[in-house]
T-cell receptor, first 111, second 116 residues
């Protein structure tokens, strides 16, 4: 089976930096993605790592260590609108390269 | 960016009826589309992979006779929840990747199903 573990909830204040971790055990690995989902909405793509290292996209950065089966999403200069659920997702390198989602982390940003 | 649409966005039905949900890729072609289900405050669970012109591939534990999938063209996949029951009430989300390539998997806005 597939297992992707994330902390269930993280709280932070505006302007702060927060890191959301993801550890995974999957039958195959092609890359690690991160998605943001606001309540009632669809997931929106944030970043993708296929190789080890850090990918930076504006205020968001994502890191991957394939040897450790570990990645994280780093959110800087937090804003109230960043309050949402964040999911890591592994793209499998088998079959149709389907995307398997982590347990999700609810981020609450306070003033 | 690429857009995936779903219809309807919300549906309420009586127990025992069937509900069809459409998923369309609006500006790209998708050989493969994915159907997910999400219960409140939980993660997205992959139900099945929809393949254009062939049978869908279902995840373990998902009843193929209950969740009928038809991928009739490179831009349309449908999910029919047959004989719906209250426990089928959930948020159903489809997703697709551009046939032309790329790493991004695009998600539809989701369909909220409530079975009374």
């Amino acid at each position: 089976g597939q297992s992707l573990e994330q902390p269930s909830e993280v709280t932070a204040v505006e302007g702060a930096i927060v890191q959301i971790n993801c550890t995974y055990q999957t039958s195959g690995f092609y890359g690690l993605s991160w998605y943001q989902q606001h309540d009632g909405g669809a997931p929106t793509f944030l970043s993708y790592n296929a190789l080890d290292g850090l990918e930076e996209t504006g205020r968001f950065s994502s890191f991957l260590s394939r040897s450790d089966s570990y990645g994280y999403l780093l959110l800087q200069e937090l804003q109230m609108k960043d309050s949402a659920s964040y999911f890591c997702a592994v793209r499998l390198n088998t079959g149709f390269q389907k995307l398997v989602f982590g347990t999700g982390t609810r981020l609450l940003v306070s003033p | 960016g690429a857009v995936v649409s779903q219809h309807p966005s919300r549906v309420i039905c009586k127990s025992g009826t069937s509900v069809k949900i459409e998923c369309r890729s609006l500006d790209f072609q998708a050989t493969t589309m994915f159907w997910y289900r999400q219960f409140p405050k939980q993660s997205l669970m992959l139900m099945a992979t929809s393949n254009e012109g062939s049978k869908a591939t279902y995840e373990q534990g998902v009843e193929k006779d209950k969740f009928l999938i038809n991928h009739a063209s490179l831009t349309l996949s449908t999910l029919t929840v047959t004989s719906a029951h209250p426990e089928d009430s959930s948020f159903y989300i489809c997703s697709a990747r551009d046939l032309a390539g790329g790493e991004t998997q695009y998600f539809g806005p989701g369909t909220r199903l409530l079975v009374l």
